[in-house]
């Protein structure tokens, strides 16, 4: 493996365990990933290899915003027709937790995707591999972020489901186009 390789899957890991446990740890790189920061790094930030990056991370921030918020309206749409019931209540929240466990998954399958694609951007282009490697951290912490976004936003209607469904349909639309928003300005 090389040192590029390493420094990568180190990274990837540190990242994926944050969405995997729903918390943030601050990364300490070790020396292998500290020297490619150290770098100089002799591209600009608008490299299109660099930009097609970012917009594959947009492009499945969104894929992720979407599957949600489909995921979570048809499990109001079905708790709503079910008269609202104890027992569909819970089996709603069952849904959520199910959606939410699924939205680790969805954000771990799309930072593979990304980190796969920085691994032959980086082949072809050893030059890029500090800026690869600056831009994955940034990338992947936007992953965290939506996924804890995503995260919180179940949690609450868990946790208030009864005055949640009054207002469900306005707190859906305006939760994910926020998010659509966010995720069209992340670069």
């Given at each position: 493996?090389?040192?590029?390789?390493?420094?990568?899957?180190?990274?990837?890991?540190?990242?994926?365990?944050?969405?995997?446990?729903?918390?943030?740890?601050?990364?300490v790189?070790?020396?292998?990933?500290?020297?490619?920061?150290?770098?100089?790094?002799?591209?600009?930030?608008?490299?299109?290899?660099?930009i097609?990056?970012?917009?594959?991370?947009?492009?499945?921030?969104?894929?992720?915003?979407?599957?949600?918020?489909?995921?979570?309206?048809?499990?109001?749409?079905?708790?709503?027709?079910?008269?609202?019931?104890?027992?569909?209540?819970?089996?709603?929240?069952?849904?959520?937790?199910?959606?939410?466990?699924?939205?680790?998954?969805?954000?771990?399958?799309?930072?593979?995707k990304?980190?796969?694609?920085?691994?032959?951007?980086?082949?072809?282009?050893?030059?890029?591999?500090?800026?690869?490697?600056?831009?994955?951290?940034?990338?992947?912490?936007?992953?965290?972020?939506?996924?804890?976004?995503?995260?919180?936003?179940?949690?609450?209607?868990?946790?208030?489901?009864?005055?949640?469904?009054?207002?469900?349909?306005?707190?859906?639309?305006?939760?994910?186009?926020?998010?659509?928003?966010w995720?069209?300005?992340?670069?």
């Amino acid at each position: 493996m090389t040192d590029f390789a390493a420094a990568l899957q180190e990274l990837k890991d540190h990242h994926i365990n944050n969405i995997k446990q729903g918390k943030r740890r601050y990364y300490v790189p070790s020396e292998r990933v500290r020297k490619f920061y150290e770098l100089e790094i002799n591209v600009s930030n608008d490299n299109k290899d660099i930009i097609e990056l970012q917009n594959l991370s947009q492009d499945l921030g969104q894929q992720q915003s979407n599957d949600n918020r489909t995921a979570i309206s048809s499990s109001t749409e079905a708790y709503q027709n079910a008269g609202a019931t104890p027992a569909a209540q819970s089996t709603f929240s069952e849904q959520l937790e199910k959606q939410r466990q699924a939205a680790i998954e969805q954000a771990v399958d799309h930072v593979n995707k990304i980190y796969d694609k920085a691994a032959i951007i980086a082949e072809k282009h050893p030059d890029l591999q500090p800026l690869i490697l600056s831009t994955l951290d940034t990338i992947s912490k936007l992953f965290e972020e939506l996924y804890n976004k995503l995260s919180d936003f179940i949690s609450g209607v868990i946790d208030t489901i009864v005055e949640w469904l009054d207002h469900a349909w306005k707190t859906i639309k305006d939760t994910f186009n926020a998010f659509t928003s966010w995720i069209s300005h992340w670069f």
